[in-house]
């Protein structure tokens, strides 16, 4: 099955710093990568997702990359700000037909230092 | 609105007492499923369901059940809960695949003793 590793587990930046979170997956088949923000007490929540056929994908301060020949896939948060502090989770989507899976990563405790 | 409700978000139980939480969606999605958040492991699959009478095993079904009667419900079964299913889970839905966002539930912390 699909296994995704997540890197670093906590990332701590000055306010107005970048933040890069970075993923790897397993099966190649996956298609579809999404990202979850989940702030203290809440529920995840999706803040950007990219497919298989897209390298980049951008909305506002935040963007994914996507690396298919290597499996692996970024996040990336500019001009970081307090709101931005939170868990995110990176998924990749196995679409194995009558047996798709959706699998997180282990999670990244980010910290914006003010 | 939209939403996905999961009830209780707290319970403190004792080992070996039955327990349901139940969730429920309001969007006529599809695809719905159970999943475990524990520090330093993420969020790992229980079970999902991938229409009405379709479920399937995640990573971690030891210890669980679920039912999909309905669309709008998928309720989690622990028939003898333990200390190890101390944990935060949240149901969530999706429309139809799961390369269309998952919306998740509020919730639940359980504690068993």
């Known amino acids: 099955g699909e296994n995704v590793e997540q890197h670093p587990s906590t990332l701590s930046v000055q306010e107005g710093d970048s933040a890069v979170i970075k993923c790897t997956y397993s099966d190649s088949a996956s298609n579809y990568f999404p990202w979850y923000k989940q702030e203290l007490g809440k529920r995840p929540q999706l803040i950007i997702d990219?497919?298989?056929?897209?390298g980049e994908k951008k909305d506002q301060r935040i963007a994914v990359t996507l690396n298919k020949t290597a499996k692996h896939f970024s996040l990336h948060i500019t001009e970081t700000q307090p709101e931005d502090s939170a868990v995110y989770f990176c998924a990749a989507r196995s679409p194995n037909f009558g047996n798709e899976k959706l699998t997180f990563g282990t999670g990244t405790r980010l910290t914006i230092i003010p | 609105e939209a939403q996905v409700t999961q009830n209780p978000r707290y319970l403190i139980t004792v080992t070996g007492k039955k327990l349901t939480v139940t969730c429920s969606q309001n969007?006529?999605?599809?695809?719905m499923s159970w999943y475990r958040q524990d520090p330093g492991l993420g969020l790992r699959q229980i079970y999902y369901?991938?229409?009405?009478?379709?479920?399937d095993k995640g990573d971690v079904p030891e210890g669980y059940k679920v039912s999909r009667k309905e669309k709008r419900n998928f309720p989690l079964i622990l028939e003898s809960p333990s200390p190890n299913q101390t944990s935060l889970y949240f149901c969530?839905?999706?429309?139809?695949?799961?390369?269309?966002?998952?919306?998740f539930g509020q919730g639940t912390r359980l504690t068993v003793v």
């Open positions: 990219i497919r298989s056929n897209v």
């Open positions: 369901s991938m229409n009405v009478e379709v479920t």
């Open positions: 969530a839905s999706s429309l139809y695949r799961l390369d269309t966002e998952a919306f």
């Open positions: 969007m006529n999605h599809e695809y």
